[in-house]
């Protein structure tokens, strides 16, 4: 649909950007703070320094957030590190850990930003990896103890919690992000998954209970699945695509419930979880208050292949895409590529945004939406216009989403300042501030800010109305 005249972004609209503990702060084991999956599984290349140092902003968060000021933000999405919490997982708190987080919340705070707290993003302690992880049952306790411990003590400052970031990738390729052990049969997978749910459960109604004024939600990936043509089998795939990818995690955070389509799919495949007594009640026992999702591209996906060649080749999770006799993965001829080859759709952005509003109709909270790219520093300046056009098409679909009646809450893009990518280390850039470092020298990891910063900045300053 097309309209004569935009509605406006709401007053309170939330202009934010995002990052995540490992790939930001670096100080992997300083103060007390324990490794995590991400440590443990040596997942950056021997020789780099990617984690343990990342953008050091555990120890420049200060002129970070000056930085995130006269950027303008409204919020900034960051995730608190459970190992600096509770280094082993489920152990002693640690102070330190519990002290630099104070001390970030506090200076977003008295710049005027809004916190956006993830609870885990990707770093599951190792000592609870060590244990089985999100496969043993314990870890729920575990995660509820780490949830009773940051809602005390930072709950009269954070108001916006996200519980799990990404659990559906983790699913589905988490061996491409670092977070799980090569050779994982599917039923380990989906056993785990259904343990992140509970503890998903768990979180939102201690959140509830501990912080009556808080608002608390998932942050799964969500990306519309097109069929690669109008035969009626491919439109099944996609439509299969869709219930495995996106509403079996979203069904259960909001409704309860395990999705039908994606439950026999798990019964087919053998990947089915043991559900204990009681599991469904609590599943069904919780309502979040609103929906954080992270949106890079679409996927298109086609009938299963008569040669099994279903999975498109790559190295990520928006390139490898398909599961023999499920369905095929397929390009899209009609959408240009970044130059790491995933799928630009901006319009798919906002069907993204009528299919989650129309489904579940919850506040819509985007917090991460981005281009990486290997962008130059040149005398002090990086000229990104590239990632100005990406945003400003992806933005103008938020308005005409907002115009289609969804209710926004916000846009935390990824990210705030450059960190670890998750596949190609320091090289590929996302943020709107460069750090200058590079894959295996630190060099001086000074600040600079990019064109996109002062372009957003603009943006945000007129509410949207200028994305010149």
Known sequence: MQYRELKAFPADFLWGASS??????????????GPSVIDALGYYPPGTSDYTVASDHYHRFAEDVALFAELGLKAYRFSIAWTRIIPDGD????????????????????????PIATMYHFDLPAALDAKGGWQNRE???AFAKFAEVIFGEYGDKVKHWLTINE???MVLYGEAIGTVKPGQPKSALYQANHHMMLAQAKANLLCHELVPDGLIGPAPNIALCYPETCHPLDVLAADDFNAIRNWLYLDMAVEGRYNSVAWAYLEETGAAPQIAQGDLELLASVRPDFIAFNYYATHTVARPRSDGQDVATGGDQQIAVGEKGIYAGASNPFLPHTEFGWEIDPIGFRNTFRALWDRYHLPLLVTENGLGAFDKLEDGQVHDSYRIDYLRDHI????????????VMGYCPWSAIDLVSTHQGVSKRYGFIYVRRDEFDLLDLARFKKDSFHWYAKVIATSGADLS
């Open 91 to 114: 152990g002693e708190v640690n102070p330190a850990g519990v002290a630099f987080y104070h001390r970030l919340i506090d200076a977003l705070v008295a710049a005027g930003i809004t």
């Open 139 to 141: 870890c729920v306790d």
């Open 396 to 407: 103008a679909q938020i308005q005409l989403a907002v115009s289609d009646g969804v209710d």
């Open 167 to 169: 659990q559906n990738m």
């Open 20 to 33: 995540s503990a490992y790939q930001v702060e670096g100080a992997w084991n300083e103060d007390g703070k």
